[in-house]
Nanobody
Framework: QVQLQESGPGLVKPSQTLTLTCTVSGGSVTTFDYYWHWIRQPPGKGLEWIGYIDYTGSTVYGPSLRHRTSISQDTSKNHFTLQLSSVTPEDTVVYYC??????WGQGTQVTVSS
């Protein structure tokens, strides 16, 4: 079974770039037909899809954050990374990494505050 674990800073200052890493175990980021998503959930609101990177390294981003988002992968470390630039307090949410919308990490809370 594929397991995912998010890691990164819990606190980021406004205007900085947030970087989160998702470490994968029980599977490889390059396995055929695996799609590695980032999804977030603001307090009291629904899920917001940020984007994904697939097993070939190709990326697709959602419309709302694409101008600030970059997703990459490190095959040697078997992890993939989310970078979100120019963060504001509205980016204070729980971020999840997800495989094929089936296997979810536990989520990591990020707070944007000075």
């Amino acid at each position: 079974q594929v397991q995912l674990q998010e890691s990164g800073p819990g606190l980021v200052k406004p205007s900085q770039t947030l970087t989160l890493t998702c470490t994968v175990s029980g599977g490889s980021v390059t396995t055929f037909d695996y799609y590695w998503h980032w999804i977030r959930q603001p307090p009291g609101k629904g899920l917001e899809w940020i984007g994904y990177i697939d097993y070939t390294g190709s990326t697709v981003y959602g419309p709302s954050l694409r101008h600030r988002t970059s997703i990459s992968q490190d095959t040697s470390k078997n992890h993939f990374t989310l970078q979100l630039s120019s963060v504001t307090p509205e980016d204070t949410v729980v971020y999840y990494c997800v495989r094929n919308l089936v296997d979810w990490g536990q989520g990591t809370q990020v707070t944007v505050s000075s």
